[in-house]
């Protein structure tokens, strides 16, 4: 299996599932936004789906 290399943006994240959710008849807050977009993101850490990579900006 080869890798690739795959950018997630939690705040991508919580506009996918505010999106989604509006559709459904759901208004989330923006703070519930944000908890489900972090729980996401840890859920495909939990599973190996994408490895966590920090990189240092150069400002």
Same mark, same amino acid.
């Given at each position: 299996?080869?890798?690739?290399e795959?950018?997630?943006?939690?705040?991508?994240?919580?506009e996918?599932?505010?999106? $989604?959710?509006? *559709?459904?008849?759901?208004?989330?807050? $923006?703070?519930?936004?944000?908890?489900?977009?972090?729980?996401?993101?840890e859920?495909?850490?939990?599973?190996?789906?994408?490895?966590?990579?920090?990189? *240092?900006?150069?400002?």
């Open positions: 299996m080869r890798e690739i795959v950018f997630i943006d939690t705040e991508e994240i919580a996918f599932f505010y999106q $989604e959710l509006m *559709e459904r008849g759901y208004i989330p807050s $923006e703070e519930e936004l944000e908890e489900i977009a972090d729980i996401t993101f859920y495909l850490i939990s599973k190996s789906i994408i490895a966590e990579d920090w990189e *240092e900006e150069n400002l």
